[in-house]
């Protein structure tokens, strides 16, 4: 079986179409790439969801059970009320272009026929109508959005900021979107995998090296570190001095320091103790509510011992 990172494979999977000539470069939005195509050769019908089949070239390639199963639940009770972008092949069936993901969700249902809008387009117009559609609607994950920034502009020799405005996105956010294809190959998986977010993801490129970027993965996997505790690490892995220390403190007494060592060990999380500018906290970190009422019990179940 194939060890290959699916999110490597991603790009792999839209490598193979060769490009037609450039569309216009006013083009600014889905409406205005579907409007380049001729009224005469779209039209809306209805036809037999067994004779509708994905796009292999789809950018998106995760769907989440639970969002089909509430669109499936919302389709049955109120029918399907978006059609289906698709376009009619060869041999009579029809290709998603846009919706793959109410397509699962009317066969979930029980739908035996959806309405469509059916498109004349070729292989290269289906691939980045699916692109900018799946990227306005923030259906990509950031590295399936990445490698979509990425395969507008090499298909199409856009730049950027040509980009940027065909997706109604900020130059800055494509720019960051893009920057996310430098990471290591096991971190780009991570993130495909929402295993770390894209907050994660930067702290991870601003380790000038590879064997730091590796540490530091592996230090946010272990520790389930928050974003900030990422960056304050990559910080110190990149010869910085830590934010959180760029103003000179005197070290904790002893008594403080055994005092978070104890909370650690009897209360099984990460325990802080703080001191600046005459107040002292303590800090208790906890995962989610079931965890914060464990922490209450041990707390108070403590204190009445």
Same mark, same amino acid.
């Given at each position: ?94 290709? !998603?272009? /846009? $919706?793959?993901? &109410?397509?699962?969700? =009317? ?5 035996? #026929?959806?309405?469509?809008?059916? *498109? ?75 295993? !770390?977010? /894209? $907050?994660?993801? &930067?702290?991870?490129? =601003? ?5 730091? #970027?590796?540490?530091?993965?592996? *230090? ?75 922490? !209450? ?9």
């Amino acid at each position: 079986m194939s060890t290959r990172p699916a999110a490597i494979a991603i790009e792999e999977e839209l490598s193979g179409v060769v490009l037609s000539e450039p569309i216009p470069r006013e083009v600014v939005s889905l409406t205005d790439v579907s409007d380049a195509v001729d009224d005469s050769d779209r039209s809306t019908d209805e036809v037999p969801i067994e004779k509708i089949a994905p796009n292999p070239d789809q950018p998106r390639t995760q769907f989440k059970k639970e969002e089909i199963e509430e669109l499936s639940n919302s389709i049955e009770k109120d029918g399907l009320l978006q059609p289906i972008l698709v376009r009619r092949m060869d041999d009579g069936t029809y290709q !998603i272009i /846009a $919706g793959e993901r &109410r397509w699962q969700a =009317s066969k979930a249902a029980g739908l035996e #026929k959806v309405p469509v809008r059916i *498109k004349d387009v070729d292989d290269n117009q289906a691939l980045e109508l699916a692109l900018i559609e799946n990227i306005q609607r923030s259906d990509l994950n950031p590295i399936e959005e990445a490698y979509g920034y990425r395969r507008l502009m090499e298909r199409r020799s856009m730049t950027q900021a040509e980009v940027a405005q065909a997706v109604s996105k900020g130059r800055s956010t494509v720019a960051n979107a893009l920057r996310l294809l430098d990471l290591p190959e096991e971190a780009q998986q991570l993130l495909y995998e929402e295993k !770390i977010t /894209a $907050g994660h993801a &930067r702290a991870i490129l =601003s380790v000038p090296t590879a064997e730091g #970027k590796a540490k530091l993965t592996e *230090k946010i996997i272990e520790g389930s570190l928050t974003v900030r505790e990422a960056e304050n690490l990559a910080r110190l892995l990149s010869g910085k001095r830590d934010a959180s220390s760029s103003t000179a403190r005197p070290s904790l007494p002893p008594v403080y320091k055994t005092v978070a060592r104890t909370l650690r060990e009897t209360l099984k999380t990460n325990v802080r103790v703080k001191s600046a500018k005459g107040k002292n906290k303590i800090e208790i970190e906890f995962k989610d509510e079931e965890d914060l009422q464990r922490l !209450i019990h041990e707390i108070l179940g403590s204190e009445n011992d």
